[in-house]
C-alpha cells in the first residue's frame, strides 16, 4: 500500500491505527421542503430523537472526560435537548420545512437570539451552532463532527484542525496526528507542539486511509508507513525511551560553552503557564491574549482580563513575563474586534492594527495589564503584534507609558518592521520576532495551507536574512536591546541552533519543546552556532539549510529529533 510524507512538526517515532475526523457538516439547501412521502409528524419526531441521540452521545463522552472538556461537553449535551431548539424546529417542520433544514434555521435563530443577549449568553451561541451541526449530522446518518469519540487509543487524521478543537482532544486517547492541509506554522502544528503528540503536516494524500488502518508514523521525518514491519516498530519502542527523557529542562539555556540563552515559554493562560513553569521555563516570551478569550463575542472586562493576567503572572515570580495585546484576526477571530466578512484577514484588520478601527480596546488591556502587574513579583513586558512601522511602534510605547508600563516592545512579523527594525528599536525596548506570521508575509505563503507547506518554512533563506537584519537594527542602536524569537522555528532543535547563531538573545516555545532544544544547545559553542547560521544563510533553499545544518548536529538523529 502506498505511504506518504508531509512536513514532519513534531518529532516522535509511533505505532498506531487511524481515525479519521469527519468533515464539517454542510447546510442544507436553502429552503428545502419536507419530502412528500413523510408526514409533519413523523418529521418531528425523527428531529426529536436525533436531538436524544446526540445528548446521549455527549453525555456519554462528558463521563468520561476530565477538565475543560469535560465541562465543554456537559454544556453540549445539555443544549442538544433544549426544549426551544426542538420546538422551533418542529414548528417549521410543520410549515413545511425539512428536518434538516428546520433544524438549521431554529439553530441559526436561537445562536442570533443568545447573541443579542451578550455577555455570557452571547458566548454560547457557538454552542448551539455545534449542537445544529451535530444533530443534522445524525439526521443525515453521517458521523458527529469534530474529534472522534473514542475510548481506545488512536492517531488522528484530519484535513486540519481548528483551535477550538483542543478543549475536545484528549492527548491520552489521541496519539500523534496528521493533516493533509494546514502548514509547519498553521493551528495543528501549534497545538501537536503544545501536547507532545508526534505530528505531520501537508501530508496529501492521508484522507484516503481508512479507519483502522495500521501505520507508523515519523513526526520528525515526516514520514508515513503504512502497515510496518518489525523494523518500525522497534523505533517507535526505540523513541518511547527517548521522550522520556527529553521531557526534562534544567532551567538553564545555554551553549557548551556557557553563552546565556533565556528558554522562556509560550503559553495561553495561567494553565498552560502553571505547566510551563513546573517544566522549567525561565519566563514566559509570549502570553497570546487573545488565547485567554477565544469564542468570546463581546471584550472581556478590565477585571476578567486582571485576573486571567495575574494568573500567569503569579506562575513566575522574579521572572520576565512579555504579554502579547490581543491578536484579533486572520486565523483567529475575536468578532469584538474584526470583521469575518473581510476579503483577506491575513493581510487585513489584525493585531495592532485594529486600535485603528475600534479605539479603546487596547487601551483598556494595557490598563488591565498594568494593574495585574502591580504588586505582582513577575517582571511584566507587554508587546504589540503586527507592528509595521517606527511609527506604529511609537504610537504603542507611547500608550504603554500612559499606563505606566516600562518596558514596551513589538512583535517582528512583517517584513517592513524587520527591514526598519534599527527605527522601530530606537522607540522600544525590545523586538520578539514572530517567524510564524514572518515567513507567511515574506513568502506571500497563507501559513494555513498544506500544499504551501515547502514555501511557508522558517529554513528559507530569505527568512533567515529578515532575522539577521533585525539583529542588525538591534545592535546598530548602539546598546542592544534584546531580539527574542517567539514563532514556531524556536521550537525546532536545529533552528533553534541557527538562531542563536545569529544572534537572537532569548528563544521562547512551548514548554513540551524546552527540554530537546535545551539539550541540543548545550552541545554546540556560540561560536560553532554561528557557523551554522552561516551555513544555513548560504543555502540555495530551505531544505539545504535543513539538511546542511541537521548533517552537522549529529545528536538530533541519536535522539531521534
Ligand atoms: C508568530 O507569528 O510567529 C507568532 C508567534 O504569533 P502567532 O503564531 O500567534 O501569530
Ligand atoms: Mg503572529
Not at 36 to 46: D, G, L, M, N
Amino acid at each position: 500500500m502506498q505511504n506518504f510524507s508531509g512536513v514532519g512538526v513534531t518529532p516522535g517515532r509511533i505505532v498506531g491505527t487511524i481515525r479519521q475526523m469527519p468533515p464539517a457538516v454542510t447546510e442544507p439547501p436553502a429552503g428545502q421542503k419536507l419530502a412528500s412521502s413523510v408526514t409533519a409528524e413523523e418529521a418531528a419526531e425523527s428531529i426529536r430523537s436525533a436531538s436524544k441521540a446526540v445528548q446521549a452521545e455527549l453525555k456519554a463522552r462528558a463521563g468520561a472526560a476530565k477538565g475543560d472538556a469535560k465541562a465543554v461537553l456537559e454544556a453540549t449535551a445539555q443544549m442538544a435537548a433544549d426544549p426551544m431548539l426542538i420546538k422551533d424546529a418542529v414548528k417549521r417542520v410543520n410549515s413545511g420545512s425539512s428536518p434538516e433544514r428546520a433544524v438549521w434555521d431554529a439553530g441559526s435563530a436561537a445562536a442570533e437570539m443568545l447573541r443579542g443577549l451578550g455577555g455570557y449568553m452571547a458566548e454560547r451561541a457557538t454552542d448551539v451552532l455545534d449542537v445544529r451541526s451535530r444533530i443534522v449530522a445524525e439526521l443525515r446518518g453521517v458521523p458527529a463532527p469534530g474529534i472522534p469519540a473514542s475510548d481506545a487509543p488512536f492517531i488522528l487524521v484530519a484535513e486540519d484542525l481548528a483551535p477550538a478543537d483542543t478543549a475536545t482532544l484528549d492527548p491520552s486517547i489521541v496519539q500523534a496526528l496528521i493533516t493533509s492541509g494546514g502548514g509547519p506554522q498553521s493551528h495543528t502544528a501549534i497545538i501537536s507542539r503544545a501536547l507532545g503528540l508526534p505530528a505531520i503536516v501537508a501530508a496529501a494524500g492521508v484522507e484516503a486511509l481508512a479507519d483502522g488502518t495500521r501505520i507508523y508514523l515519523d513526526g520528525g521525518a515526516g514520514t508515513v508507513t503504512v502497515n510496518p514491519g518489525d523494523e518500525q516498530t522497534a523505533a517507535a519502542e526505540a523513541w518511547a525511551s527517548t521522550a522520556s527523557m527529553l521531557s526534562v529542562f534544567d532551567g538553564n539555556g545555554s551553549t557548551a560553552d556557557g553563552h546565556l540563552i533565556p528558554l522562556l515559554a509560550n503559553v495561553g493562560g495561567a494553565k498552560d503557564a502553571v505547566k510551563a513553569a513546573e517544566a522549567g521555563a525561565q519566563g514566559v516570551g509570549l502570553l497570546r491574549t487573545e488565547f485567554c478569550f477565544l469564542g468570546r463575542d463581546t471584550e472581556p472586562s478590565v477585571e476578567e482580563q486582571v485576573k486571567a493576567y495575574r494568573g500567569v503572572f503569579d506562575a513566575f515570580p522574579g521572572c520576565k513575563v512579555v504579554v502579547r495585546t490581543l491578536d484579533a484576526g486572520a486565523d483567529k477571530p475575536l468578532p469584538f474586534l474584526t470583521d469575518a466578512t473581510e476579503p483577506n484577514p491575513a493581510l487585513g484588520v489584525r493585531g495592532f492594527r485594529t486600535d485603528m478601527v475600534t479605539p479603546g480596546v487596547l487601551e483598556r488591556q494595557l490598563k488591565a495589564i498594568a494593574t495585574a502587574a502591580e504588586g505582582s513579583e513577575a517582571d511584566v513586558w507587554v508587546m504589540a503584534p503586527m507592528i509595521s512601522t517606527a511609527e506604529e511602534a511609537a504610537g504603542f510605547a507611547a500608550l504603554c507609558s500612559l499606563e505606566g508600563l516600562k518596558t514596551p516592545g513589538v512583535m517582528v512579523e512583517v517584513p517592513s518592521a524587520a527591514l526598519v527594525s534599527e527605527a522601530i528599536l530606537r522607540r522600544v525596548e525590545f523586538a520578539s520576532l514572530g517567524t510564524n506570521d514572518l515567513t507567511q508575509y515574506v513568502m506571500a505563503a497563507d501559513r494555513q495551507l498544506g500544499p504551501l507547506a515547502s514555501l511557508n518554512d522558517p529554513w528559507q533563506p530569505a527568512v533567515l536574512q529578515l532575522i539577521r537584519l533585525t539583529v542588525a537594527g538591534s545592535e546598530a542602536e548602539g546598546s542592544q536591546k534584546p531580539v527574542g524569537v517567539c514563532g514556531e522555528a524556536a521550537a525546532d532543535p536545529a533552528l533553534a541552533v541557527v538562531l542563536v547563531g545569529l544572534g537572537v538573545t532569548s528563544l521562547s516555545m512551548t514548554a513540551r519543546s524546552l527540554a530537546a532544544v535545551g539539550t541540543v544547545l548545550n552541545t554546540v559553542t556560540l561560536q560553532q552556532a554561528k557557523e551554522l547560521a552561516d551555513l544555513a544563510l548560504a543555502a540555495p533553499s530551505a531544505v539545504e539549510a535543513r539538511d546542511r545544518v541537521r548533517s552537522k548536529l549529529g545528536i538530533l538523529e541519536e535522539l531521534g529529533l
